[in-house]
């Protein structure tokens, strides 16, 4: 929609600076007609050709796009794939971890009745 109306703006003020420059230079009737129809088959060449390459990059960003939501899908599959294999990975080392710090838990529990508390 801001490329439409910038679009828009934009070739409203090439048309209104060309033709206020043909206007306003001092020529003859018949000079002005003639830059008029010369200056007017430019402008819509230029229309033409610009029209052109927005559609060219319109198609272009919607095959981008595309790509990228499909290339997104991908990564986000793979993913969680490896997520899921880690986890796997890890389960059995989850438990030893959670074992060794039950044991490590206990011996400071049992170091804590055999050292006297400092006084104060």
Avoid: C, H, Y
């Amino acid at each position: 929609m801001k490329a439409k109306s910038l679009l828009i703006g934009f070739l409203t003020g090439t048309v209104v600076a060309g033709a206020a420059t043909l206007l306003s230079a001092p020529s003859s009737g018949k000079d002005l007609r003639t830059r008029i129809k010369t200056n007017t088959e430019e402008i819509k060449a230029t229309i033409d050709e610009l029209k052109v390459k927005l559609l060219n990059i319109k198609d272009d960003t919607m095959e981008a796009t595309q790509i990228s939501k499909e290339t997104v899908k991908t990564f986000i599959s793979d993913v969680q794939v490896v997520i899921e294999n880690w986890k796997q990975e890890i389960e059995p080392n989850k438990t030893e971890l959670l074992k060794n710090v039950q044991e490590i838990e206990d011996s400071l529990k049992e170091l804590e009745t055999v050292i006297p508390s400092p006084k104060n």
